[in-house]
């Protein structure tokens, strides 16, 4: 079989290498002379630099109280660290591209277009195919009414090119990205102001880990604004002046030298030729897809963040896999969306996956509730990560039943690592009752979920919480 990847990203380069292993001859198309798509080149390996580099440097701040004297306070060179990143992104790209050409990819660097359902053009080459996997990812959203210029008003491709720290930055919205550039340049000395449109920051997690992760992030001397609504920007020579409903008062605008517009992506879709075959799209202008990744036209699947699941790498790694091993005419398990987990590295981190206490409640299910806090567990003393906490939200069907995990919701020190279980958790349909028997090491971050799990069992070890305040 034929197969063509049209995008090299997370997505379609892991899709093209599994393809080549079921025995597919396969040819991979991308525009960008590095593969590895947003993900590798502008987005997950890049930022994660700059938050390892704000982070050592947090660290190297805190280090007297560790009985560690350095003998001077440590300095940030942003054009260091961007050089390091770059470095980095640089020797991940050859890695990349060499792994995929050992497994016997064909790489064709160039725009790609469907002719017909058997047909693509790739700057005037005509390749033919028996089947094809779209997966041409996603880009910044940049609405008209943000003066976009890439010197005072950015968004977070150019703020991977600052070679200066900027002095104030105010951030434009409170998801994954707007959260993780805001810890990196707080923790390096910026000034933060963040507006948010929703009533809370991080509007998609659980509502306690917003409402907690707002308190530090206040604690921490950010300026949150929720609710509130851009209304006027004025770019000067010195930064960058903001208006609207409930941000600082209308004779003194909110100031910064430079603002970062972090709203979302919008999904890469035109001049792809998707109609001239026929392949639909939703409502929102995503790709349809059925349980396999398959579109309207047969031949055709889609995958990554132009189809309606979460915008992940990892989700269109593994709808890659997914739809090739369907392809290959394998009987591959489906994907639930709900059990995809998701990460922020802010500081300190958020992650989760499955339903929040809301949503399950929203749904009309009894739940129980574990939550145990980080300050309480010895790993999370020892490196002085001790704010945020574990929630673990689970199904209430009887107390003689089994409780079936929900899901799991984590603030605090290395919460992106510790969600993989909470994520088995939920793909294995395990319970309480499994999390609260297995034996975590100690002393661990780890311990922290087997904690939380036996606080929802009303059987709390290492922590006792506050009684509930008696209403007046």
């Not at 990349?96 to 790489?107: A, P």
């Not at 041409?136 to 150019?158: E, L, Q």
């Not at 311990?447 to 939380?452: K, P």
Request: negative net charge.
């Amino acid at each position: 079989m034929k197969l063509a990847v049209l995008g090299g990203g997370p997505g379609g380069y892991i899709a093209a290498i599994r393809a080549a292993q079921l025995g597919m001859e396969v040819t991979l198309i991308e525009e960008d002379k590095n593969l590895g798509g947003t993900c590798l080149n502008r987005g997950c390996i890049p930022t994660k630099a700059l938050v390892e580099a704000s982070m050592r440097f947090k660290s190297l701040q805190e280090a007297a109280g560790f009985g560690l004297e350095l003998g001077q306070s440590p300095v940030v060179d942003l054009a260091k660290v961007q050089e390091r990143k770059n470095a980095l992104v640089r020797r991940l790209a050859m890695g990349t591209k060499g792994l995929v050409e050992r497994n016997g990819v064909k790489i064709i660097q160039g725009h790609g277009r469907l002719v017909s359902d058997h047909t693509l053009e790739v700057d005037g080459q005509v390749l033919e195919f028996d089947a094809m996997i779209l997966a041409t990812g996603s880009r910044t959203a940049t609405p008209k009414f943000f003066p976009i210029d890439g010197r005072r008003v950015i968004t977070s491709d150019h703020i991977l090119n600052l070679t200066e720290l900027p002095k104030s930055m105010i951030v434009v919205g409170s998801g994954a990205v707007g959260m993780e550039f805001a810890s990196i340049f707080a923790a390096f000395g910026t000034k933060i102001s963040l507006i948010e449109l929703a009533p809370r920051i991080m509007p998609l997690e659980d509502h306690e880990i917003s409402s907690e992760m707002q308190r530090l992030c206040r604690k921490a001397g950010w300026r949150i604004f929720t609710g509130a609504k851009t209304e006027k920007i004025e770019v000067t020579s010195e930064g960058v002046k903001v208006t609207g409903e409930g941000l600082a008062a209308a004779d003194e605008p909110l100031q910064a030298e430079i603002m970062l517009v972090a709203i979302g992506r919008t999904p890469n879709l035109e001049d792809v030729g998707l109609d001239k075959v026929g392949v639909e799209l939703t409502e929102r202008g995503r790709v349809k897809v059925d349980q396999f990744m398959r579109t309207s036209v047969a031949n055709i699947y889609a995958i990554g963040d132009i189809v309606p699941t979460p915008q992940l790498a990892h989700m269109a790694s593994a709808e890659g896999i997914l739809a090739v091993e369907h392809l290959a005419g394998l009987t591959p398990r489906t994907l639930n969306a709900s059990h995809c987990p998701a990460a922020t590295y802010c500081d300190p981190e958020v992650a989760s996956v499955g339903l929040t206490q809301e949503q399950a409640e929203s749904q009309g299910r009894s739940v129980k509730v574990g939550k145990f806090p980080f300050a309480a567990l010895g790993k999370a003393a020892i490196g002085g990560h001790t704010d945020g906490f574990v929630k673990v939200v689970a199904a209430c069907e009887g107390e003689d039943k089994p409780h079936l995990i929900l899901g799991v919701h984590i603030l605090g020190a290395h919460a992106c690592d510790l969600i993989a279980e909470g994520a088995l958790a939920l793909e294995k349909g395990a319970t309480l009752e499994d999390i609260a028997h297995t034996i975590h090491p100690h002393p661990s971050l780890s311990e922290s979920l087997a904690e939380a799990a036996h606080q929802a069992l009303g059987a709390p070890l290492n922590f006792l919480p506050p009684p509930k305040r008696r209403g007046r």
